[in-house]
């Protein structure tokens, strides 16, 4: 078997969401996750997931969406804070 991890985006343009996922097949073991996951609510960006090492939050404000349009959904509600991971 080869191996094969291919990074897939996909879009649900009916819910507002957009995932990157990695699927396929490393050292004989199936690949299946999500890497970055992000839905419009309520006029605000939800980062509902961020698997990189990257700051994704950073990444959006730089394309031009302050950080008050941005909810981090991985963290407790109780977190008024922005913290990006």
Known sequence: MQDEVEARLMFDELRDRC????????????????VLHWELREGKVWLEWNGTEDESGEILVEQGIPKTDMVVGFHPPSLNLLRFC
């Open 19 to 34: 995932q990157l996922i990695y699927i396929g097949w490393h050292q004989g073991n199936r690949v299946f996750g999500p």
